[in-house]
């Protein structure tokens, strides 16, 4: 922890980047994994874990890193109950509806496909993807906003979401 508090300090957007594409890579890797097994003849598909990796470097890291480190503090300062609530409500509507769009739009865009796919993806995904993270996240961002130091924040969603991208690599590639 000291080293990586040591890294936050110096390069906290670079840190929380790289650590992104790191955990979206593993989640992938982990869903293929899983993948192959059920079905046995799946074959590993690295330019996949690549593209995952990419958006989490490229996209996740960043916006985790401003969201969490300016956008809620300035939204929502304070750590009161309320204020917990109301960055939970905040994160669990907004943050999180823009992350859910964000991922299938990248990953459809990555796959080359257009903008009629990028919505057909999004018609075909968001409802059931939201669903799940309200049944995965709003008990470990409360644990994040009450215990978590800001600057660790997107360290300990980027723990749970080798679980979380897992399984948004599964849905975003289960049907392809």
Same mark, same amino acid.
């Not at 003849?41 to 960043?62: E, I, L, M, N």
């Not at 204020?83 to 859910?100: A, W």
């Not at 990248?106 to 968001?126: C, E, H, P, S």
């Given at each position: 922890v000291n080293w990586y508090n040591g890294l936050l300090r110096r390069k906290p957007l670079a840190t929380k980047?790289?650590?992104?594409?790191?955990? !979206?890579?593993?989640?992938? /890797? =982990?869903?293929?994994?899983?993948?192959?097994?059920?079905? &046995?003849?799946?074959?590993?598909?690295?330019?996949?874990?690549?593209?995952?990796?990419?958006?989490?470097?490229?996209?996740?890291?960043?916006?985790?890193? !401003?969201?969490?480190?300016? /956008? =809620?503090?300035?939204?929502?300062?304070?750590?009161?109950? &309320?204020?917990?609530v109301k960055k939970i409500c905040f994160d669990q509507t907004v943050g999180v509806s823009i992350m859910i769009s964000m991922f299938y739009t990248v990953q459809t865009l990555?796959?080359?496909?257009?903008?009629?796919?990028?919505?057909?993806?999004?018609?075909?995904?968001?409802?059931?993807?939201?669903?799940?993270?309200?049944?995965?996240?709003?008990?470990?961002?409360?644990l994040n906003f009450t215990f978590v130091p800001i600057q660790f924040q997107v360290l300990f969603v980027n723990v749970f979401g080798v679980v979380w991208n897992g399984y948004l690599s599964f849905v975003q590639y289960s049907n392809k």
């Amino acid at each position: 922890v000291n080293w990586y508090n040591g890294l936050l300090r110096r390069k906290p957007l670079a840190t929380k980047s790289v650590s992104c594409m790191a955990v !979206f890579t593993l989640g992938d /890797i =982990l869903s293929q994994t899983l993948e192959k097994k059920l079905s &046995k003849t799946q074959k590993f598909d690295w330019q996949r874990s690549a593209r995952v990796g990419v958006y989490g470097g490229v996209f996740a890291g960043p916006s985790l890193h !401003f969201y969490y480190s300016y /956008i =809620l503090p300035y939204l929502i300062p304070g750590s009161s109950m &309320k204020s917990i609530v109301k960055k939970i409500c905040f994160d669990q509507t907004v943050g999180v509806s823009i992350m859910i769009s964000m991922f299938y739009t990248v990953q459809t865009l990555l796959n080359k496909g257009t903008f009629t796919d990028v919505r057909n993806n999004i018609a075909a995904n968001y409802w059931t993807t939201l669903k799940t993270n309200w049944m995965f996240w709003p008990p470990l961002m409360f644990l994040n906003f009450t215990f978590v130091p800001i600057q660790f924040q997107v360290l300990f969603v980027n723990v749970f979401g080798v679980v979380w991208n897992g399984y948004l690599s599964f849905v975003q590639y289960s049907n392809k």
